[in-house]
């Protein structure tokens, strides 16, 4: 599935991807993604006429009732006016750092709570690029997350320490050496404590295994556990923790 035209500046890798797994047709999914561009103030590139002109806007407003997108103008009145000649716009921007792009076949001038604005009506379709593995990030060693792994009789396995995390999965250290951890054991019933976030139940998948020397010369293994069985909801919330750590970090 392509969206773009082989001239989009900012769509050289996408051909080469399978964006079917990425694509989202869902009506109340689309809205929300569309409704989080507002609340986020994600800034949104508009490129029309094949890809060679773009209008830098916002979404300031998503009425999923009458499926009408607002958009802020641009900087450019010449450009402005070209936007509103085009008959397919593609629209890129980012939802808690996750690539979004979609479609529209025009836009038409209007007005959102009382300001001068372009209007668009809703994607038929929106791709969401999640890229997981490109979002780990190393949690604070003084209060890390915790995972639960409990078996399929419901008893707590083991409680492990979070080392690093991603939408799509961790990596844990256990310091007890008792039990070993086997690679592609499934737990899917499992308790992910996130601080300042709460408890996130979710399944998970043993994929590594292997050991390392700690300073004071004593051993522990580690391992990196998948995500499977994993809601959306689970999702934005592991995604805003990383957010919130990116800022920390960056303080």
Do not use: W
């Not at 989202?24 to 094949?50: C, D, H, R, W």
């Not at 009458?66 to 509103?84: H, M």
């Not at 310091?175 to 592609?184: D, E, S, Y």
């Amino acid at each position: 599935m392509t969206i773009f035209g082989n001239s989009n500046p900012v769509n050289n890798d996408m051909d080469k991807l399978d964006l079917t797994k990425f694509t989202i047709t869902n009506s109340k999914k689309i809205a929300q993604i569309l409704e989080s561009l507002v609340t986020e103030g994600s800034i949104v590139s508009a490129y029309f006429n094949n890809n060679s002109q773009l209008v830098t806007t916002s979404v300031i407003g998503a009425d999923e009732g009458s499926r009408r997108l607002y958009l802020d103008l641009g900087p450019d009145p010449q450009l402005n006016q070209a936007l509103l000649t085009a008959k397919k716009i593609n629209f890129i921007t980012n939802q808690q750092s996750v690539k979004v792009h979609f479609s529209s076949g025009g836009v038409q001038l209007g007005e959102y709570r009382g300001h001068k604005c372009f209007i668009s009506a809703f994607p038929q379709d929106l791709i969401r690029l999640q890229r997981r593995n490109h979002y780990r990030i190393d949690t604070p060693r003084a209060n890390p997350p915790l995972i639960q792994l409990i078996d399929k009789n419901g008893n707590l396995f083991r409680e492990l320490t979070v080392l690093d995390i991603s939408v799509g999965g961790i990596g844990v250290i256990d310091f007890n050496l008792g039990i070993r951890l086997v690679p592609q054991e499934e737990f899917p019933d499992c308790l992910l404590k996130i601080p300042d976030f709460g408890e996130i139940r979710l399944g998970v998948i043993i994929q590594s295994v292997f050991y390392t020397k700690l300073k004071n010369g004593n051993q522990a293994q580690r391992a990196g556990l998948k995500f499977t069985h994993i809601p959306s909801t689970t999702e934005a919330t592991i995604q805003k923790y990383i957010n919130k750590l990116e800022i920390q970090y960056k303080k």
